[in-house]
């Protein structure tokens, strides 16, 4: 968008709403009846509607609202916008106390203010609705390159991953230690060591750098930026206080000098765990109806098909390593335990999360079961007896935590779940340490919103059958 697309926008809306106003206020009367002799043409009121304009780009760009700042919630541009419509508001009553008009309505420029917020409110979410659509096209997406591969660079994959919204598309990362950084991350490449970053950012059309080295390198760091810059790209620096997450740190202010406190680490509370809790069996009650049915069906389906039990239970790994017996529809063959092994060294799958695509050793009704992925909605048992939630990262047998790196464990620290984020995020198409990075991410920025966000994408992605096999 041109630079001034945006307050002249908002200035117009202004028009818009004093417009509307005006006929709510004169032609619809509502709340007051206006008298014949208190009518008045709509010409007296532009003035006000110009001033009222002028005030709300002035507070704007003061406030920031015109600064394109990625990660900004809708929220935050809504109380900026509220903001300046009430001191417009209270600026344009008190012009009409030092004036007196003969033609002024206070009743209509209540009016103004509501319906100016509703506007520029609605316009602000339609253009997150546009760009996140755009970017999961790829359109206006930043191609970045994140220096550092220990828990700082770590955050800002998963975060980048995880929030596809915000319009980064990490290509891969780079660090001192060439060896450390020649393994991929799931899909984002291990592009080597330092030296030859120039290369590196002009080969791979990155947009951002995202220089995630501690502080006790400030030299190194301003070397790289400006070999950074000279490359043609943007750069960010993350200071190494914030591998602790914002929700360990607190600000406050010391005449000007800000003071940084921290806290312990970033863990669900024992609130956070009772809310989860309340929520899982509330949803699991309201929909017993629906879920009684299909168990009947799916067991009848599976009796039909041949002999073999049901449910298939299997030693799972759940919150802080404990063990627990997941319950799930039987989709394979009696004896499919037994060729698991023999199907990793022919397929070369990840043994940490193998996934077998036209596995033989699915039934005709597992393959429909596990497309829809109706074979785990026994996991619901789990969720009743407390082993596991609704939401949360997918729990690893034994064998593949046997497999982990020390990194991997964090996402042994809730409860499991029968979706979360990797699901909402390609299921079985995700590699093990993009999974990683998105449980991890899930685990660190819990909120009641985030398990509904992830509960209401979830349906759409099962009945498309993405990524499941």
């Known amino acids: ?30 709340i007051r009846q206006v008298f014949e002799v208190n009518r008045a043409p709509f010409g007296p009121y532009l003035p006000y509607a110009a001033v009222f304009g002028f005030l709300l780009v002035l507070n704007y760009q003061g406030s920031g609202l015109y600064k394109s700042i990625r990660g900004r919630s809708w929220m935050e541009e809504v109380y900026s916008v509220f903001n300046g419509v009430t001191n417009a508001t209270v600026v344009v009553l008190g012009m009409y106390f030092v004036f007196q008009p003969l ?40 191609r970045v390159l994140v220096v550092g591969a220990g ?17 980064y598309q ?14 991929d991350l799931g899909r984002v490449k291990g592009l080597g060591g330092l030296k030859n970053l120039r290369q590196t950012i002009r080969s791979n059309v990155v947009d951002l750098v995202v220089i995630t080295l501690p502080w006790a390198q400030h030299d190194r760091i301003l070397e790289l930026v400006q070999t950074s810059k000279r490359a043609g790209a943007e750069v960010r620096v993350v200071p190494d206080v914030f591998q602790l997450n914002l929700r360990q740190v607190h600000v406050e202010n010391l005449d000007g000098i800000p003071l940084l406190g921290v806290t312990g680490g970033v863990q669900f509370s024992n609130r956070g765990y009772v809310v989860k809790r309340i929520l899982d069996l509330g949803l699991i009650v309201l929909a017993s109806p629906v879920i009684a049915l299909l168990f009947a069906l799916i067991a009848l389906a599976i009796r039909l098909e041949g002999p073999g039990p049901v449910f298939y239970r299997q030693k799972r790994i759940g919150r802080n390593g404990q063990p627990f017996e997941m319950v799930k ?67 690893p047998t034994p064998d593949e935590v046997k497999l982990y790196d020390p990194w991997h464990m964090q996402r042994l620290q809730t409860l499991p779940g029968m979706t979360g ?14 999974m990683c990075l998105l449980d991890i991410y899930y685990i660190e920025n819990w909120s009641v919103k985030l398990d509904a966000q992830i509960l209401m994408m979830t349906l759409p992605r099962v009945l498309l059958g993405h990524g499941a096999y």
């Open 1 to 30: 968008m041109p630079r001034g697309f945006w307050p002249l926008l908002d200035f117009a809306l202004v028009f818009v709403a004093f417009a509307i106003a005006y006929y709510m206020r004169y032609e619809l009367q509502l």
């Open 103 to 142: 033609v002024f309505s206070r009743l209509m420029l209540v009016y103004v203010a509501i319906i100016t917020i509703i506007l520029l409110a609605g316009v602000r979410a339609a253009r997150r609705i546009v760009q996140a659509h755009l970017r999961s096209k790829g359109i206006g997406v930043q």
């Open 151 to 167: 828990d700082v660079g770590k955050a800002v994959l998963r975060t980048m991953i995880a929030r596809k919204e915000l319009g």
């Open 170 to 183: 990490p290509v891969g990362y780079v660090d001192d230690d060439a060896e450390l950084a020649s393994v």
């Open 329 to 395: 529809f039987r989709s394979m063959i009696p004896n499919a335990d037994v060729l698991r092994a023999q199907l990793i060294r022919e397929t070369q799958e990840d043994p940490r999360h193998p996934k077998f695509k036209n596995d033989p050793r699915v039934t005709r009704v597992g393959r429909f079961l596990r497309s829809t992925s109706l074979d785990e909605l026994p996991n619901l048992i789990n969720v009743l007896l407390g082993q596991m939630s609704l939401v949360g990262p997918r729990p």
């Open 421 to 434: 984020l990797w699901q909402i995020n390609g299921r079985s198409d995700v590699p093990f340490d993009e």
